[in-house]
Nanobody, 127 residues
Framework: QVQLVESGGGLVQAGDSLRLSCAASGRFFSSYAMGWFRQAPGKEREFVAAISRSGGHTNYADSVKGRSTISRDNAKNTVYLQMNSLKPEDTAVYYC????????????????????WGQGTQVTVSS
């Protein structure tokens, strides 16, 4: 059973930075496309960023583009989300997700195309 475990969330002030990590168990991480999603209280889950299985393609929501960077280390079975210039509207639970059988360059924004999900990590940005 592959597990995804997020870490790195916390309480920060507006303008600060955070790096979220998502560690995956199992042997096939390098074949997964990975994504980050978030869900704020009372709102639907939304796409944040995605990275292809090799790391050669990335995709970002407009709301975080230019402020965030998704990356992966396949040797460490880990995907990262570096978030800079954080805003109060970035407050949410952040989830990582894995698409276990993606096309080579896939960076899908669609949550239903991801097969595995982590438990989430809370990010709170105070103004």
């Amino acid at each position: 059973q592959v597990q995804l475990v997020e870490s790195g969330g916390g309480l920060v002030q507006a303008g600060d930075s955070l790096r979220l990590s998502c560690a995956a168990s199992g042997r096939f991480f390098s074949s997964y496309a990975m994504g980050w999603f978030r869900q704020a209280p009372g709102k639907e889950r939304e796409f944040v960023a995605a990275i292809s299985r090799s790391g050669g393609h990335t995709n970002y929501a407009d709301s975080v583009k230019g402020r965030s960077t998704i990356s992966r280390d396949n040797a460490k079975n880990t995907v990262y989300l570096q978030m800079n210039s954080l805003k109060p509207e970035d407050t949410a639970v952040y989830y990582c997700a894995a698409d276990v059988s993606p096309p080579a360059s896939s960076t899908t924004t669609l949550g239903y195309e991801y097969d595995l999900w982590g438990q989430g990590t809370q990010v709170t940005v105070s103004s």
